[in-house]
């Protein structure tokens, strides 16, 4: 059974920032990519970001240059830091990993609140 068991989220003041980090019971041999979606209410889930076994990373438009995504040692731990977080960041946060069979497994969100 694949956990992801997420932590970090909160209730922040626009500018400032929260740390998520999501630790995944897989084999690093088991793993393509980690990231990062979120849903805010009446939207769908988006793509925040994205980092593969390899290293590379893919940010969401918004988030550009104010999220970070990186991952521990091990590469089975996935963070993200948010920076200078805006009203319009507030939304649920799923952990996303991408299994070597393409299966995706999803953590059990984490809210974020952003006020202004």
């Known amino acids: 059974q694949v956990q992801l068991v997420e932590s970090g989220g909160g209730l922040v003041q626009a500018g400032g920032s929260l740390r998520l980090s999501c630790a995944a019971s897989l084999s690093i041999f088991s793993i393509n990519a980690m990231g990062w979606y979120r849903q805010a209410p009446r939207k769908e889930r988006e793509l925040v970001a994205h980092?593969?076994?390899?290293?590379?990373?893919t940010y969401a438009d918004s988030v550009k240059g104010r999220f970070t995504i990186s991952r521990d040692n091990a590469k089975t731990t996935v963070y993200l830091q948010m920076n200078s977080l805006k009203p319009e960041d507030t939304a649920v946060y799923y952990c996303?990993?991408?299994?070597?069979?393409?299966?995706?497994?999803w953590g059990q969100g984490t809210q974020v609140t952003v006020s202004s």
């Open positions: 996303n990993v991408r299994h070597t069979s393409f299966r995706d497994f």
């Open positions: 980092i593969t076994r390899g290293g590379s990373t």
